[in-house]
Antibody, heavy 121, light 106 residues
Framework: QVQLVESGGGVVQPGRSLRLSCAPS????????MHWVRQAPGKGLEWVAV????????QYADSVKGRFTISRDNSKNTLFLQMNSLRAEDTAVYYC??????????????WGQGTLVTVSS | DIQMTQSPSSLSASVGDRVTITCQAS??????LNWYQQKPGKAPKLLIY???NLETGVPSRFSGSGSGTDFTFTISSLQPEDIATYYC????????FGPGTKVDIK
């Protein structure tokens, strides 16, 4: 069955960096676009970034553009989110999600369980 | 940017009731609209895609309709396990979620 497992979350000081990982199983990772979606404590869902199945296209929400980088290693079946210059408002549970459509427009058919990032001094 | 609104923000209904949630986009998104269910402490789950298509394995009491800017999500007979927050999400442009509707049992 399809599974997505995030890791790498934790407590980090403002201005520092953190890298999240997402390990997929149960499907051919290299055939799917992937997204990161986050949820601040007690708040709604916010889309963060997308990467195409082959890594050829990436897009970001304005709130993270220039600070976050999405990447993938299809040979190692892993999705990443490099987060730099972290701010308090980046505190959230970060989910990776699969997109079954070509060009990964934003249909999230499977989600991981999430990893919590807390930005605090 | 396309803005999404949902109403109501919360509702309380009895088991067996018909529940309706509306979602409005700030511009025409044709049918690029999905609905998700999120239970407390859990990841969201896809229920409806492309405005009206039921995801595989989702009970038929859930349905969606609409196109353009106005969309509706319906639970035909509310069950105790449907207690959750429901989000609409557009993907006409970069994905954006509505603010959510919290559904409780009366």
């Amino acid at each position: 069955q399809v599974q997505l497992v995030e890791s790498g979350g934790g407590v980090v000081q403002p201005g520092r960096s953190l890298r999240l990982s997402c390990a997929p199983s149960g499907f051919t990772f290299s055939s799917y676009g992937m997204h990161w979606v986050r949820q601040a404590p007690g708040k709604g869902l916010e889309w963060v970034a997308v990467i195409w199945y082959d890594g050829s296209n990436k897009q970001y929400a304005d709130s993270v553009k220039g600070r976050f980088t999405i990447s993938r290693d299809n040979s190692k079946n892993t999705l990443f989110l490099q987060m730099n210059s972290l701010r308090a408002e980046d505190t959230a549970v970060y989910y990776c999600a699969r997109d079954p459509r070509i060009a990964a427009p934003g249909l999230f058919d499977f989600w991981g369980q999430g990893t919590l990032v807390t930005v605090s001094s | 940017d396309i803005q999404m609104t949902q109403s109501p923000s919360s509702l309380s209904a009895s088991v067996g009731d018909r529940v309706t949630i509306t979602c409005q986009a700030s511009q025409d998104i044709t049918n690029y609209l999905n609905w998700y269910q999120q239970k407390p402490g859990k990841a969201p789950k896809l229920l409806i895609y492309d405005a009206s298509n039921l995801e595989t394995g989702v009970p038929s009491r859930f349905s969606g309709s609409g196109s353009g800017t106005d969309f509706t999500f319906t639970i035909s007979s509310l069950q105790p396990e449907d207690i959750a927050t429901y989000y609409c999400q557009q993907y006409d442009n970069l994905p954006r979620f509505g603010p959510g509707t919290k559904v409780d049992i009366k």
